[in-house]
Nanobody, 123 residues
Framework: QVQLAESGGGSVLPGGSLRLSCIAS????????MGWFRQAPGKEREFVAA????????YYSDSVKGRFTISKDDGKNTVYLQMNSLRPDDTGVYYC????????????????WGRGTQVTVSS
């Protein structure tokens, strides 16, 4: 069973940047792909970004498109989320997970969730 561990969260000012990492131990990544989700206090978990197993395709929620970039280093078993131009509404706990099937943004289609890393954007 692979275990996922997120890191890289923290507190930043609006307009700042962070890079989150998700390291997989135990085996290689899902045959379909990997995704990032986030959950703000009092809200449901929402899709942020995903990348295909082959690294050729990535897709984003409308709220982060153009500001966030997902990437995957298979040699390091690590998925990254580069977050630029951060806004207060980006605040939340960020989770990575494996896909059960490709081209999905639904949390029910992901499994093996990490414990998350907190991102706080505030002035």
């Amino acid at each position: 069973q692979v275990q996922l561990a997120e890191s890289g969260g923290g507190s930043v000012l609006p307009g700042g940047s962070l890079r989150l990492s998700c390291i997989a131990s135990g085996r290689t990544f899902s045959s379909y792909g990997m995704g990032w989700f986030r959950q703000a206090p009092g809200k449901e978990r929402e899709f942020v970004a995903a990348i295909s197993w082959s690294n050729t395709d990535s897709y984003y929620s409308d709220s982060v498109k153009g500001r966030f970039t997902i990437s995957k280093d298979d040699g390091k078993n690590t998925v990254y989320l580069q977050m630029n131009s951060l806004r207060p509404d980006d605040t939340g706990v960020y989770y990575c997970a494996e896909q059960r099937r490709p081209w999905t943004t639904m949390s029910a289609d992901y499994y093996n969730w990490g414990r998350g890393t907190q991102v706080t954007v505030s002035s």
